[in-house]
Structures are given as C-alpha cells and as structure tokens.
C-alpha cells in the first residue's frame, strides 16, 4: 500500500554510501585533492556541503559564499553558520559588481519595464504561475508581480519575450556562480560538487552551464524529502532543517512552486516516486490529499517538463560522433 513512508530511508546507511561514492570519484576518478561547494544556506547546498566534508575532511572543503544584490541575507548568515559547524575553510565573494558589468539587473529592469513602465529603483519583482491548474486543464502562464517602495503590488501577464529576456538575464546569476567556483576548484585542484536533489535534476529546475553544472552531483538521487531527512541525521542547524525552499533571484521571495513546481516539495516528491513507481492514481491520490483526476494532471505536467526540459542535461550535440583512435600506443581524436 502507497503512503508517505516510501521516501522513508536509512540515513545512516545513505550517509556512508554517499560519502564513499565522493571519495571515490574525486580522488580515484577525477585525481582531485577536494571539493568546492557553494552554500546558499538552504538544505540541498547544506547537505552536499556536510557529505564533501565526511568523505574528504574539513581541509579539504571550500565553502562558497556568493551573495548578490537580490539574496536574503538569513541564507548567507546560515551558510556561513554551518561553515563554521563544519570546521571548513569558506569565502565570500559579492557577485553584485560581476552582474552589474554584465549588465544583468540593466536587462532584467529594461524587460520589466516593458510591461511595468514605472518600474524603477527601489521596486521589487518575481515571477509567478498562474492559474492553480489542480482544478483545471491549464496551460502554465507566467505572471510578474512588482511592489513598490510602499509596500504596494501589482501583478500583469508576461508576454513571452518579456518572460525570456528576464529569465535570460536572471540565469546570469547562476552562470557567474558558477565560473568563480570553478576558479577556486583549479587553484586548489579541487572538483566543483552541484547541489541539486531528484526533483530538481528530473524536472529541469537548473540553469544549464549555470547551477548544473559540476563535476559530480551527490544527492542528485534523492528525493528532497530524503535530503531534509538527511539534514537532521547529520545535525545541521535548526534553521537549515526547518529553512523553506525559494529562488532566491528574485528580490520578492519567491516559492518553487510559485515560480516551477505545482506542489510544496513534500507533495512533488510523492507524486514524482508514484508515477515513477507506476503507482494507480486511484491510490497515490489520497495519500497526496489529492483527487485522481488532479495528481493525473500533475503526471501530465512531469513527463512535459521532462520533454521540454531535455537538452539541460544534453551534451553538446556532434553532428557525427568522434571516434578515438589508437596510433602507435597512444589515444588521440581521428
């Protein structure tokens, strides 16, 4: 019978396999010293950060602070508060400069302009789902929302081109990010550890050549769930086990599920195993507190995530493959 107890999992067991597999494929498979890991202070980030450190040692861990004009401050005061539970070496780099000689927060302001022309310095914006498609077949639409100094919100459809110049400009974040970690993972010699849980990595919650990219992916496997469940085995602080995933792009704070998932985590890591699993609607419903008809629609909405998403997690595509060849003893490209 299907109930909440099939993400259940042996902690203990999981945390020395993981810690195994990473001490495996940095030192045996990649030949590297240690692990860079960005901390955001939420649970995913968290979790990696403890797993690196059991598998390779606190001298061998750095810990990556990268706070830009739009993070809340109580993730880089958990982060920074877990580093130093973890005894490993951690650094701070602002990317804010970065992103303004980019032109990042230029692009994303000009873009919600256009559909908020007194948008201005001082606002803040996010971009939500709408409408609640549990109760009704519904194509996703994205709306903008903006509040102003005073505290006041407006919200307007987003029109495409609007929609993709400020997720262009937004992925920005994550594509800086991740060329300062791999910075410091050549300095030191070090592989660069993603962060993202199963329900990320399956539906496409990354940027690609931004937060997924990595050398190796330890909890990529688990359900979020599973990783909360990790983050208490492992003693985390209270506010990293108790911490609400968000964005954290945008200024408004902003849900998963506002911005992606139809569900809170909880709910899309059952949904997510029962379809998996091959599980009759008629029976995972109930234990989701959802009617079959609905957690129908949620499957529906995975396998098109799952298409639309795919060329995330592609490699560049050749246009015919490219053989390797042995000539006199040595492995080089016909």
């Known amino acids: 019978m299907f109930s909440a107890d099939a993400l259940r999992i042996d902690p203990a067991g999981v945390v020395h396999e993981i810690a195994e597999a990473v001490r495996e494929i940095v030192r045996g498979g990649l030949k590297k010293k240690g692990a860079v890991v960005a901390m955001s202070g939420g649970v995913d980030s968290s979790v990696v950060a403890a797993l690196c450190t059991k598998a390779l040692g606190p001298g061998n861990v750095l810990g990556l602070f990268l706070p830009e004009r739009d993070s809340t ?4 005061e958990r982060a920074q508060k877990l ?40 606002y803040k914006q996010k971009i939500i789902l709408q409408p609640d498609f549990l109760e009704r077949n519904a194509l996703n639409v994205f709306y903008l929302v903006v509040e102003s100094p005073k505290g006041e919100q407006q919200k307007k459809r987003l029109p495409v081109g609007a929609y993709l110049e ?26 660069v550890s993603g962060t993202p849980n199963r329900l990320e990595y399956d539906q496409g ?9 990595a050398d190796l992916k330890p909890i990529a496997h688990l359900y979020k769930t599973q990783v909360y469940e990790l983050a208490r085995f492992l ?45 009759p609607s008629q029976e995972a419903a109930p234990v989701l507190g959802l ?13 098109q995530k799952r298409s639309t998403t795919r060329y995330l997690h592609l490699p560049p595509q050749l246009v015919r493959e490219v053989e390797e060849v042995k000539v006199e003893g040595k492995t080089g490209d016909r």
């Open 291 to 303: 009617t079959a008809e609905q957690l129908e629609r949620i499957c529906r909405d995975i396998e």
């Open 235 to 279: 003693g985390l602080p209270d506010e990293i086990c108790t911490a609400r995933p968000t964005t954290d792009t945008y200024s408004l704070e902003q849900t998963q599920e506002e911005f992606y998932f139809k569900l809170p985590y909880d709910r899309m890591d059952l949904a997510l195993y029962a379809h998996n699993h091959g599980i």
């Open 73 to 76: 401050p109580a993730g880089l």
């Open 205 to 213: 919650f990354f940027v690609k050549l931004g937060d997924g990219a």
């Open 166 to 191: 400020i997720v262009a400009a937004t992925n920005m974040k994550q594509r800086t990010r991740k060329l300062l970690e791999y910075y410091h993972a050549d300095r030191l010699n070090y592989a």
């Open 83 to 122: 580093a130093a539970q973890l005894g490993i070496q951690a650094l701070r780099e602002d990317i804010t400069p970065i992103l303004d000689a980019l032109g990042c927060y230029r692009r994303r302001d000009t873009a919600i302009r256009s559909v908020f022309p007194d948008y201005r310095e001082g």
